[in-house]
């Protein structure tokens, strides 16, 4: 899925203006456990999750996640938006809760990572 389509249907804004929203991305993963990420998530994926610390953005690096997703409104610091450019990581902000925010992407045909 395209990131403008994720970007419209979370209603998300993004934190780069230089963000590539014609970004491609494959998977996503919903949690709060960055020990989940780790074990769950796939290459390409997109995090949804309401944690706005610096720990989140060196989760999604090691997990070579590409796209995170902050949801009920939070904005992350500027120490962890700092992180997340240097790394490559896009940052966006939607005011939707976690559940409602993976249910729109589920329902807009993105799927799950699976458990492997």
């Known amino acids: ?3 403008q389509k994720i970007i419209d249907t ?3 804004v993004t934190l ?6 014609g970004l491609e991305v494959g998977w996503a993963c919903a949690t709060d456990l ?9 290459e390409n994926s997109l995090l949804l999750t309401g944690l706005v610390k610096p720990q989140v953005i060196r989760t999604a ?4 996640i590409r796209v995170v997703v902050f949801t009920r409104g939070k904005e992350p610091d500027t120490e962890t938006i700092s992180l997340a ?4 990581i896009t940052l966006l902000v939607t005011p939707l809760s976690l559940f409602t925010a993976s249910g729109r ?7 799950c990572c699976p458990y492997t």
């Open 1 to 3: 899925m395209k990131l």
């Open 85 to 88: 450019k240097r790394k490559g």
């Open 105 to 111: 992407l589920f329902s807009a045909g993105l799927q």
């Open 34 to 42: 960055m020990s989940e990420v780790l074990y769950y998530a796939h």
């Open 16 to 21: 780069d203006s230089t963000t590539n929203t």
């Open 61 to 64: 690096e090691i997990a070579d």
């Open 10 to 12: 979370l209603e998300a």
